[in-house]
């Protein structure tokens, strides 16, 4: 059965990140369309117990539940608030306690919401390198949604082609050393072990032209 973890950074109770996050849940167990194991893990509850996590370096039990669920997790959704143009700090804060590598080579669906179109960019600016770094594989489409945007039918487009993605690569098999089609992603690990030949980029780069 295939693990999906939800990280919701929503502050609010209800919040429009654990709606967008609900969303983005929803049409990937449609897409996978095989049993789900879903768990969501909503990082308001939990706010105390990673700033004492980050002082004392022991996580509390709730969090320890929540850290052990990311690092099982066959896919990751992440959807934060924007804050000053970027992640919240609750987010962040989330991502700084997870073991090192506990997201090498999972992959994640990411996603912000805002009350302005103006932070659209937090997706590109902000979520992409911070997953990158921890060596994830990020589907290309992410998803930003602001107040406006959720009776817009452009947002029902995107989230569903989002999940799709995610869902590919589920299928794909980007985990546990199971064979993915030659054109998915590879995760950095598999890129630093088996580097593409330079014929092969120079090939690419031709067939790009």
Not at 29 to 38: C, H, I, Q, W
Not at 160 to 170: N, P, Q, S, V, W
Request: hydrophobic share 50%; net charge negative.
């Amino acid at each position: 059965m295939t693990r999906l973890v939800v990280v919701s950074a929503g502050l609010s109770d209800p919040s429009s990140t654990r709606l967008l996050a609900d969303r983005l849940s929803e049409a990937t167990v449609r897409a996978l369309g095989t049993p789900v194991d879903l768990e969501v893990v909503e990082l308001r509850p939990l706010a105390h117990a990673i700033a004492d996590h980050l002082l004392s370096g022991f996580p509390p039990e709730p969090l320890a539940d929540a850290i052990t669920a990311v690092e099982r997790a066959d896919a990751v959704i992440a959807v934060t608030p924007v804050f000053t143009a970027s992640y919240s700090g609750l987010f962040k804060s989330f991502l700084d306690v997870l073991p090192q590598g506990a997201l090498a080579g999972t992959p994640v669906l990411v996603a912000a919401t805002a009350g302005t179109a103006r932070h659209s960019l937090v997706i590109e600016h902000a979520l992409r390198p911070v997953f990158a770094y921890l060596r994830a594989v990020v589907v290309p489409t992410g998803v930003f949604a602001a107040s406006e945007d959720f009776a817009h039918p452009a947002l029902a487009e995107r989230v569903e082609r989002a999940a799709g993605e995610l869902a590919a690569l589920l299928g794909a098999g980007t985990r546990d050393g199971v064979r993915r089609p030659a054109d998915a992603p590879r995760s950095f690990d598999e890129q630093v072990a088996e580097p593409t030949p330079f014929e092969e980029l120079l090939k690419r780069a031709s067939a790009a032209d």
